[in-house]
């Protein structure tokens, strides 16, 4: 067998780099909701061969922050009011429903991760306290707290995990009112304006958590509930 080295691995793919840059414009307005694209047009403005593109596609396909309307028919998603309103009342009943079920379902061992989980979340947000006391409102955070959002993520879908029903995973899934990707962005533009809003969300984690621990289904949901339905709302209307 050869021994000869193969080079370092790229960090992202190209697919992951188009996808991030897509992401963007359409954060940023560059690619407005309704516009219709087309994959050769895309690759041409990205500078890439349409495969990355393609492939970027059908993960913001399956995000719905783009449609297909036809076989080579794309455009980006234009959600009315109404229709995200739906989606967030599908997300919280599902999201409640899996709480349930992680409380009457979870392994001793998946609740010790849990509790791994927001113990390390609890050292990072004392940290990020203890560096705005000491540096004021203004000292920069913002890798912590995305460190922290993103174990809240891991949080969230490792009691997800704890059903063991892929069929409810998958659905809860497709009614996702928002990707991780969405939340991070709309959580850290917000989350300077809302500072206490989101300290008290964040400690509604460690009572959730709690329920789970006491096997508590019908406080688990319907913390879950309050939870998801407050997040959604605030994420929803900005």
């Given amino acids: 067998m050869s021994t000869e080295a193969l080079g370092p691995m790229e960090t992202m793919s190209l697919a992951d780099q188009a996808y991030q840059r897509l992401r963007n414009a359409i954060r940023e307005g560059v690619l407005r909701p309704g516009e219709k694209i087309t994959e050769r047009d895309l690759a041409g403005r990205l500078g890439v061969s349409p495969t990355p593109i393609r492939e970027a596609l059908r993960q913001l396909v399956h995000e719905r922050v783009v449609e297909r309307v036809g076989p080579r028919a794309l455009r980006i998603a234009d959600h009315s009011s109404a229709a995200r309103s739906e989606i967030v009342e599908a997300e919280v009943r599902l ?45 920069d955070v913002a890798d912590r707290l995305t460190a922290v959002f993103q174990k809240l993520r891991l949080f969230h879908h490792q009691v997800e995990a704890c059903v063991a029903n892929p069929v409810l995973e998958g659905l809860l899934n497709q009614a996702r009112a928002f990707s991780d990707e969405e939340r991070l962005d709309l959580t850290m533009q917000l989350v300077p304006e809302r500072a206490d809003t989101f300290r008290a969300r964040y400690h509604e984690h460690r009572q959730l958590l709690d329920a789970l621990l006491e096997r508590d289904e019908d406080r688990a949901e319907e913390l879950a509930a309050l939870h998801h339905r407050a997040a959604l709302d605030q994420l929803a209307g900005g």
Avoid: C, F, H, K
Avoid at 115 to 130: G, N, P, Y
């Fill in 95 to 139: 999201s409640a429903l899996m709480a349930r079920l992680a409380a009457r379902n979870a392994t001793a061992e998946q609740l010790t991760g849990l509790v791994s989980l927001l113990t390390e979340s609890d050292q990072i947000v004392a940290d990020i306290e203890r560096t705005v006391s000491e540096q004021g409102p203004e000292a």
